[in-house]
């Protein structure tokens, strides 16, 4: 049985800084990288299929835990009864579907507002949001507090993360040919952006409850973990694809025989599943930290894909946000190092 923290100690346990290995790196280095790769692949298969998806965002989202539910499935099986009495912790099982209900829920908003909003926006706008959101959550949730020079890095990271966004947002028409930017109705980017907005909280609500979840159950293990988010995350979008949209399940599978859908499909998997790891590892706010840092590639992207243009500003106010980020981390890291020593 997963050993059960004392609910009192959750706050102590937010504040423990994660020591520094070479795992641990690797580990924020991938999930930088998919990060970046996600939005991206997306916009891509969009603009080859005639500004369209092949695929039905829910579809998408159901295949995607899907996929996580049979790695969670697997680890339950090969544990015999002793995973199958994990499993059936029906307090956990209830606490975890409700996660997956507002991850799936954030997924399918997010991948609708991608419909209405070009990467570059989508990125930016969103992930300097989720800063903002998880970093407010995390401190009323689960005490998450910072010192005065961290709260300044923060703030710091905060400031520069947006002002890349409205460097990138005040070129982003100019550059797009005029035939794009004809098309681009206010209205739909409005509604764009909003379910940006409203995804994000999700997301960040999700993520910070997870990590209040995971304080207070230090033995679960994370393909279990999976297991119980996949059965909530699977009801969640078969509720939408048949009471919402009304599709028959035989349609599930539209579109997934093109190899850029299932690469698409297989890097928002992995993409799921190492944002679980990290904030089981490093927690919330330090994972929303990380997205400054990607944000340079869906940059670069926008500009390769012509719906941003270089732009100075940009590139200086991501730099200096990524400074930052680093510099919270090396912090982070010496107090690790000192508690550990004390």
């Known amino acids: 049985q997963p050993l059960t923290r004392p609910a009192g100690d959750v706050r102590e346990a937010a504040r423990a800084a994660p020591r520094v290995t070479p795992e641990l790196m690797a ?14 692949l997306l916009h891509w298969v969009k603009e080859q299929n005639g500004g369209e998806y092949p695929f039905s965002v829910s579809a998408l989202t159901f295949h995607c835990y899907g996929l996580a539910l049979l790695l969670g499935f697997g680890w339950v099986g090969t544990r015999g009864r002793s995973g199958l009495r994990q499993f059936c912790r029906l307090g956990m099982l209830a606490r975890f579907c409700l996660l997956a209900v507002l991850f799936a829920g ?57 002002a890349f966004c409205r460097a990138e947002a005040s070129v982003d028409m100019r550059s797009i040919p ?23 909280f999700f997301m960040s609500l999700a993520s910070v409850l997870q990590e209040r979840f995971l304080s207070t159950e230090v033995g679960v293990h994370f393909l ?14 078969f509720v939408t694809w048949r009471c919402v949209h009304g599709l028959p399940m035989s349609r599930l599978l ?19 599943l190492m944002s679980g790891l990290m904030v089981k590892r490093v927690g919330a706010a330090a994972k929303a930290l990380c997205v400054p840092i990607h944000l340079g590639c869906c940059y ?7 719906t941003a243009s270089m732009e100075i ?24 190092r000192r508690a550990a020593r004390a």
């Open 254 to 272: 539209d579109g997934f025989d093109n190899w850029r859908v299932l690469l698409v499909l297989a890097t928002y998997t992995c993409n799921g």
């Open 178 to 200: 005029a035939k794009a930017a004809g098309a681009r109705s206010a209205t739909r980017w409005t509604v764009g952006l909003l379910q940006r907005v409203i995804a994000v």
């Open 313 to 336: 500003q940009a590139i200086v106010a991501w730099l200096t946000s990524t400074v930052m980020v680093v510099a919270l981390g090396l912090l982070k890291a010496s107090a690790g």
């Open 106 to 162: 954030s997924d399918i908003v997010n991948v609708m507002s991608l419909q209405s909003l070009d990467a570059g926006t989508f990125s930016l706008v969103g992930k300097a949001l989720t800063i903002v959101f998880t970093v407010a959550l995390s401190h009323v949730l689960i005490g998450r507090r910072q010192t005065q020079v961290e709260h300044a890095l923060v703030g710091g990271i905060i400031v520069f993360t947006l």
């Open 300 to 306: 670069l992207y926008a500009v390769y894909s012509g």
């Open 224 to 237: 279990l973990q999976q297991c119980w988010m996949g059965c909530g995350a699977l009801g969640t979008t």
């Open 27 to 40: 580990l924020c280095a991938g999930h930088v990288t998919l990060n970046a790769a996600a939005p991206i």
